[in-house]
């Protein structure tokens, strides 16, 4: 039914990438220093298998392999870059509605500024009119209390 042994089915390709350019362990069975499995600084491109390269710290990488991660990284800038330019929009958006509102918050101050000072001064003329009044009545008051009911 399914082969025990999927790294038959795998391309000599992709078996390069699972398979150490050099042994891993020398002779006496000890893990080589990491600095061994660099490659001299002085490589040369045709020693190494179709598809590698030296990357930085002078570590062997596939070359797949790194375009597959720079693909990834352009698509991430972008999608960045998109993420980034709807937000400026939002925030445009966003300007004008705050501005607009600034608008009307002027409008609706300077609104209520108005009716305070016509409520002030209708205040002045009810108490300018009930002093008036109060007047008028005192000056009546005095005119009846001249009069003599007896008199002729």
């Given at each position: 039914?399914?082969?025990?042994?999927?790294?038959?089915?795998?391309?000599?390709?992709?078996?390069?990438?699972?398979?150490?350019?050099?042994?891993?362990?020398?002779?006496?069975?000890?893990r080589l220093p990491a600095e061994s499995l660099l490659p001299p600084p002085d490589f040369d491109d045709?020693?190494?298998?179709?598809?590698?390269?030296?990357?930085?710290?002078?570590?062997?990488?596939?070359?797949?392999?790194?375009?597959?991660?720079?693909?990834?990284?352009?698509?991430?800038?972008?999608?960045?870059?998109?993420?980034?330019?709807?937000?400026?929009?939002?925030?445009?958006?966003?300007?004008?509605?705050?501005?607009?509102?600034?608008?009307?918050?002027?409008?609706?101050?300077?609104?209520?500024?108005?009716?305070?000072?016509?409520?002030?001064?209708?205040?002045?003329?009810?108490?300018?009119?009930?002093?008036?009044?109060?007047?008028?009545?005192?000056?009546?008051?005095?005119?009846?209390?001249?009069?003599?009911?007896?008199?002729?």
């Amino acid at each position: 039914m399914e082969d025990p042994n999927p790294a038959s089915e795998l391309s000599e390709r992709r078996k390069a990438l699972f398979e150490p350019l050099e042994p891993v362990t020398n002779i006496n069975g000890k893990r080589l220093p990491a600095e061994s499995l660099l490659p001299p600084p002085d490589f040369d491109d045709a020693s190494y298998p179709k598809g590698w390269l030296i990357g930085k710290k002078r570590k062997l990488v596939n070359v797949d392999v790194v375009e597959s991660m720079r693909r990834i990284a352009v698509q991430e800038m972008n999608r960045k870059d998109r993420e980034i330019d709807g937000l400026n929009e939002q925030l445009e958006e966003d300007a004008r509605c705050l501005e607009h509102l600034q608008l009307q918050l002027l409008q609706e101050k300077s609104k209520r500024t108005e009716v305070e000072r016509e409520n002030a001064m209708l205040q002045d003329q009810i108490s300018m009119l009930m002093n008036m009044l109060q007047e008028n009545e005192q000056l009546g008051d005095e005119d009846v209390g001249d009069e003599d009911p007896d008199g002729p």
